[in-house]
């Protein structure tokens, strides 16, 4: 059982639970994270648009299945392909930032 005795601030829980910045699991734990954070947004924005994944994978050139997978977190993205998705299935701009 992990100690959470020294925990003060959520970055020490994180640690705590997944390694420091670098190590094998946080790397891990922060790209399901990230992957969770675009799947809920590619679901919000659709959802606003009201389409059905069948209809914004025919408007933005690609399958139900991959945005299906996208919606459930699943498989890898090509950033060109989210960029469509966004902007041209759904009418919206994407941004990147990198820390």
């Known amino acids: 059982m ?3 005795d020294n925990i003060k601030t ?7 639970e997944h390694g420091r910045i670098g190590t094998e699991s ?5 790209e399901r994270s990230q992957m969770f954070i675009i ?7 659709r959802r606003e648009a009201k389409l059905t994944q069948e ?3 025919e408007k933005a050139g690609t ?3 991959y945005i299906s997978k996208i919606e ?4 890898n993205i090509q950033l ?5 998705i966004f902007e041209v299935g759904l009418n919206k701009r994407i941004g990147l930032t990198f820390l």
């Open 63 to 65: 399958k139900k299945s």
């Open 55 to 57: 209809q914004l994978a």
């Open 39 to 45: 799947s809920e947004m590619l679901k919000e924005a």
């Open 10 to 16: 959520f970055d020490d829980l994180i640690e705590a």
């Open 2 to 4: 992990k100690n959470y």
């Open 72 to 75: 459930n977190g699943k498989g």
């Open 26 to 30: 946080r790397s891990a734990y922060e």
């Open 80 to 84: 060109s392909t989210l960029i469509r």
